[in-house]
């Protein structure tokens, strides 16, 4: 074959490739294209996920976003069903709307949710994409709790108060928490000394007794939180008899009427029971300890210094009633409580003491005070409690009484005049003893005499220094006599210092006063010091009484007391004899006015039999309440005139009252830092009778009581500064999960305080809702009791979303439903007109709707210019094809003319060259390729794979097929972006 018919071959075989190269690449990619648009349609129909809610009695579901389509283009729809999971839901095509019911009633107890796949089918037959439904399946309170078991039994010992007796457990079917959790027990027969829980502990509020009832049936219902009641059962607790070695016979309370002077019997009736322990009559002894306790009392004991008998007149440095001392902060009362605080202090009148030169003659000091170590401050501040000072130009100390490091210190410096100048004489005196910091009351003596003695008296004791430290103790500093200064007077102070260069008091007294007293040209006698603090009430010992009346042999029992007469120890070999001792202790207060008020008694008991250990009964208290004179409180009950005629009975009534705000709003942070419950209570007391009214400032008991009861694990009630309270009052606090419980005689005033001072904390305050605080006080042994105050705390949620925190829906409109690019329309719109299609009562099943929603998918939809980049791709990929064989088939053409023309020719022509191919069009590059896919769609398949209960069905890995081999692509995301932007 000639040359140039070869070239004519392969130029008509290039022409005719590229026609058919065009021919062929224009209707595959006008057919592509047409696919393409066509699937993408189909793809957009449906959502990729539906969430659903219906309720146990019905067979709606409520759906979002709404199954909305296009009635000209779908005309049915299909669940693909899973091999082993059954799908009880149909779902029907109505004016354009999927509407999904179930084909039976649902039971959330068996099945909570429903996981399945939904496909549209075109009018046309050929199915649509697949979108997933999840369906939840909404609680209602169908079921009442029950309890595990039928009835309980158990047994107690009597005289005993447990934490918990039984608890008994209740259940619900309902599967949600507040249908199907138990919230709250109760037992129905209020009568019983009984109390439960929310958990569903037993406790008995009292001391059960066999003797009157051997049985204690309670019934007990349980309810969810929904407040659904259960059916009642019965609790039966036995109560066991026990017997305790005690005496028996003790009343809780002795009433005492003050001004008497009589004394009283405190244990008349009272007996020895032994039980089973038992001995030969020579063998037992029996010991028993009587002790009257009067801390409270503000200075030991009730004194009475109205018959103490002393040729010194003392003057009061701090009277009641002066003009100097009605500043002061202090307790009324028969002895009035001064308080101190450092800050605080009085100038005596010149016209009690007159410049009176204190180193010239013997004197008597008189105080009572109470003083608490000061750890925080230093130990080296003076605290005075007596200072004389100059009274202006120079601060020079000339006598003074002050606490300084926990020693009492006086100071005594003598004057120029009074000797050599250059010699050195005693100046302080410092006692380190333990009464000064111990917080409780005493009462000091000091004697000074002219020529530099010095004695103390502790609490009517003369202080005498141990052998070991008899010449630290107390430590005595010599000092030269002060400076001459002319002119310059002293001024007396109590309770600090007068600086007559600052011209105001400093180094004051922290702590309570309630005496002190001077006496001027001589000292005390130790008789009229141990008169001033000899107790006016005491133990009278039945010693001789006993013998005379009884007949008694001495050597059958023994009796001692101590000094003060508040302790008397018994010994007695028969059960008999310690019985009538005990009857014959009494109680006597010989005081004018004696201080009202609780006097504690303490019987301690043990017995022993010989060759065994002593057995310790167990110990008994009660308490002497000393009342005011039936005369002073309004009644006058059969009192008879001196002209014979009877006078009016007088009727009273007591009232307390109890006032304060009846609700409290508080934060989280409030209550999660503890606030104060009752900071806005008043209470007040009166007596009223026909003539008048007076006032009374005293209680004995407070009780708050917590509904529901506090949860140890997450609250407390606590009392903010209970150090401090705990030492200075005579109340005292019982806290536990029901409340708070407050015993002891004390003034409104302390009672306040305490109460005002309880602190309610909650680490978790979303458990509840608010709490309810019950407040009652009573006077004289709770004869007399408050109207019931009540306060409720409530707890101030934060804000929540609008999916939780809509309570008032509104009805969506069309063009929200239809708002696809939204995701937040379609949950919107199913809260909205779910909740109007309800009935009202249903508001509680409304807040589980709520609920529910804020778990669901949000549904993202694939942005618009990343499906353009995608159909451009796809588009390309035949024309790219087409291309490449036809480029193929053109090298392999001409390949095979030119083998045929070397074939020919090679004899004849075998150096002519071969024909080059120039034209650099024809070079097929790769290097630019790259071939991307949507990214979206590879998340898709990955997500479906991932879900086993949402595997695809048969049908839809059919329509599948035709696109997996995008899958084998590989993904650029470099290019994306690119085109992207």
């Given amino acids: 074959m000639p040359l140039h018919k070869a070239f004519e071959c392969i130029y008509i075989g290039v022409m005719l490739c590229a026609v058919l190269a065009s021919f062929f690449a224009t209707g595959l990619v006008t057919s592509n294209e047409n696919e393409d648009e066509y699937l993408t349609q189909r793809e957009n129909i449906l959502e990729k996920s539906y969430h659903g809610l219906i309720r146990e009695n019905e067979t709606l579901v409520e759906i979002t976003p709404l199954i909305k389509v296009d009635e000209e283009k779908i005309c049915n729809f299909r669940i693909l069903k899973k091999p082993y999971h059954e799908i009880p839901f149909e779902i029907q095509l109505v004016n354009n709307l999927g509407i999904l019911k179930a084909r039976r009633t649902l039971n959330c107890e068996k099945r909570k949710s429903y996981h399945f796949e939904i496909i549209a089918i075109y009018c046309d037959g050929t199915p649509s994409n697949t979108a997933n439904v999840h369906i939840t399946v909404i609680d209602i309170n169908e079921y009442a709790p029950t309890f595990l078991e039928q009835s309980y039994v158990t047994e107690v010992d009597e005289g005993r108060l ?66 659904k009641e259960s059916a009642a059962i019965m609790v039966s607790i036995k109560v066991r008899r026990v017997c305790e070695a005690k005496f028996i016979g003790i009343p809780e309370r002795i009433d005492y009427t003050s001004g008497s002077t009589e004394s009283l019997q405190l244990f008349p009736n009272t007996r020895l029971d032994l039980c089973d322990i038992s001995c030969n009559n020579e063998d037992l002894s029996i010991h028993a300890s009587i002790a009257l306790k009067t801390k409270h009392i503000s200075f030991g004991c009730d004194r009475d210094i109205s018959n103490c008998t002393s040729s010194l007149t003392m003057k009061d440095l701090l009277p009641q009633d002066a003009e100097w001392t009605k500043d002061l902060n202090y307790d009324e009362g028969a002895e009035p409580i001064y308080h101190f605080d450092g800050s605080a202090g009085v100038v005596v009148p010149d016209a009690i003491v007159d410049h009176y030169d204190f180193s010239m003659s013997s004197f008597s000091i008189l105080t009572i005070f109470r003083h608490s170590s000061q750890s925080s401050t230093n130990k080296h501040v003076k605290e005075h409690i007596l200072c004389n000072a100059d009274d202006h130009k120079m601060n020079r100390h000339h006598m003074a009484l002050f606490v300084r490091n926990c020693r009492l210190i006086l100071l005594l410096r003598k004057n120029f005049n009074e000797g050599d100048l250059n010699i050195f004489s005693p100046a302080e005196w410092r006692w380190k003893i333990p009464q000064v910091c111990d917080n409780e009351w005493h009462h000091y003596v000091l004697n000074i005499e002219q020529f530099g003695k010095v004695e103390l008296f502790i609490d009517g004791i003369r202080f005498e220094s141990s052998i070991e430290d008899s010449h630290s103790n107390p430590e005595v500093i010599d000092d030269w006599p002060l400076h001459a200064a002319h002119g310059v007077n002293t001024t007396l102070a109590v309770g600090a210092c007068y600086q007559s260069s600052e011209n105001r008091l400093k180094h004051g007294f922290n702590g309570d006063i309630s005496e002190v007293k001077i006496a001027l040209y001589g000292i005390l006698t130790t008789e009229d010091i141990k008169c001033g603090t000899t107790c006016a009430e005491h133990l009278m010992s039945p010693n001789d009484l006993l013998v005379g009346q009884n007949k008694i042999s001495e050597s059958d029992f023994q009796i001692q007391a101590n000094e003060e007469m508040n302790e008397i120890y018994i010994e007695a070999q028969t059960k008999h004899n310690i019985e009538q001792l005990m009857r014959k202790i009494q109680y006597i207060n010989i005081k004018q006015n004696p201080t009202i008020g609780r006097r504690n008694i303490e019987v301690r008991t043990s017995l022993m039999c010989n060759n065994h250990s002593s057995i310790r009964l167990p110990t008994i208290e009660t308490y002497i309440m000393v009342n005011e004179p039936i005369g002073q409180v309004g009644i006058n009950v059969g009192s008879t005139s001196k002209n014979g005629l009877d006078q009016d009975v007088l009727m009273y009534t007591r009232k307390i009252t109890i006032t304060g705000t009846s609700n409290k709003l508080v934060s989280y942070q409030e209550i999660k830092l503890g606030v104060h419950i009752l900071d806005k209570i008043h209470i007040a007391t009166s007596i009223k009778n026909s003539k008048q009214i007076n006032a009374k400032d005293y209680l004995d008991s407070c009780s708050v009581v917590v509904f529901p ?134 508001a509680s099943d409304t807040k589980i709707f709520s609920y529910s929603l804020l778990h669901t998918n949000d549904i993202q939809e694939p942005k618009p210019h990343i499906h353009s980049i995608v159909h451009k791709v796809e588009g390309s990929h035949p024309t790219m094809l087409i291309i490449l064989i036809c480029v193929f088939l053109v090298i392999l053409l001409c390949g095979v003319s030119i083998a045929r023309i070397k074939n020919n020719h090679k004899y004849t022509d075998r150096h002519q060259p071969c024909p080059k191919i120039a034209d650099d069009g024809l070079i097929w590059d790769d290097s630019a390729l790259t071939i991307t896919i949507n990214p979206m769609q590879t998340y898709a398949v990955s997500e479906d794979s991932s879900d086993s209960e949402n595997s695809d069905s048969e049908d839809d890995e059919a329509l599948k097929d035709g696109f997996s081999h995008i899958n084998q692509l590989e993904w650029d995301n470099t290019n994306i972006f690119s085109t992207a932007n």
């Fill in 162 to 227: 447990y934490n918990e007796i039984i608890r008994v457990e209740a259940s619900d079917k309902d599967c949600t928490p507040l249908f199907g959790d138990v919230c709250k027990y109760e037992i129905l027969n209020n009568d019983e000394p009984f109390a439960i829980d929310n958990e569903g502990s037993v406790k008995n509020t009292e001391p059960l007794s066999h003797k009157a009832s051997h049985n204690h049936i309670l019934s007990v219902v349980a309810f969810d939180c929904a407040m």
């Fill in 709 to 842: 009861s506090l949860n140890p694990d997450h609250e407390e009630i606590q009392i903010d500064g209970d150090e401090s309270l705990s030492s200075t009052m005579d109340i005292k606090t019982n806290i536990n999960k029901d409340g708070v419980e407050m015993m002891g005689m004390d003034s409104i005033h302390n009672y306040l305080n305490v109460l005002r001072s309880l602190i309610y904390s909650n680490k978790k305050p979303a458990y509840y809702l608010n709490r309810v605080f019950k407040l009652s006080c009573g006077q004289l042994s709770s004869q007399f009791k408050s109207a019931e105050y009540t306060l409720t705390l409530t707890v101030l949620h934060p804000k929540q979303s609008l999916s939780k925190t809509t309570n008032a829906p509104q009805p969506a409109s069309l063009s929200q439903v239809n708002n696809a690019g939204n995701p937040n329309t379609a949950a919107a719109y199913l809260l909205n007109g779910g909740v109007t299609k309800e009935d009202v009562n249903q």
